[in-house]
């Protein structure tokens, strides 16, 4: 396959405005080619529509897909702050690959140095997930869970063959459970993390190769 030859766009899906904001106010600097943040709304069918409709658009029918944001730990251990690297995401319809995981992990540790980064598989949910359910998840093998990433990589590899990645930060685990979301305005740590990780995505991107359509 020839490799393309113009910048390849990046789309980069999160579901809350304050996850939003985050990569908003983030490093810009360094990116490969256009790239696009989208704000999907919270919960699976939100991502799945919002994520559709983008791809839809001529400009991004190449565009590499990375779903970042908050999530749940679901393993002792975990804290907030710590970040995920999916080595896949599943959802009751499918389990999608994450590609150059690798990659993403060793530009993570260069962007946050300190943070503690996890792979292993991200499962989707349609519910904030608390309590017993937390070890009902971490016995299906996956470490931690979200109710966007599956929904947004299912729906982006739907669209046509492109890489796609999930990268999520940790805000509630299973000895720090989070009462409710907006006490992330309160300046918690994986606000700040969420910030400054645009720059792993952008290196992410930029190793990866798309081939001519």
Not at 166 to 194: C, K, M, Q, W, Y
């Amino acid at each position: 396959m020839t490799p393309r030859t113009d910048p390849s766009p990046l789309l980069i899906a999160c579901a809350l405005g304050i996850e939003h904001l985050a990569l908003r106010t983030g490093d810009r600097g360094g990116a490969g080619g256009p790239v696009t943040v989208l704000r999907t709304g919270m919960g699976p069918k939100a991502a799945e529509r919002s994520v559709t409709r983008v791809l839809a658009d001529p400009a991004l029918e190449a565009a590499a897909v990375l779903a970042t944001g908050f999530c749940a730990g679901l393993a002792p251990g975990m804290h907030p702050g710590d970040l995920v690297v999916a080595e896949e995401t599943r959802d009751p319809r499918s389990t999608v690959s994450c590609v150059a995981t690798d990659r993403l992990v060793k530009e993570l540790a260069r962007a946050v140095p300190g943070r503690t980064v996890h792979t292993g598989p991200l499962t989707g949910s349609d519910h904030v997930v608390r309590g017993p359910e937390r070890a009902d998840l971490l016995a299906t093998g996956a470490i931690a869970v979200d109710m966007e990433s599956a929904a947004t990589l299912l729906s982006a590899v739907r669209t046509g063959p492109r890489p796609v990645a999930a990268v999520r930060v940790v805000v509630d685990a299973p000895e720090h459970e989070l009462v409710r979301i907006g006490t992330v305005r309160g300046g918690i740590s994986a606000f700040r993390v969420l910030r400054s990780v645009l720059p792993a995505f952008f290196e992410w991107h930029r190793s990866l190769l798309l081939p001519r359509r």
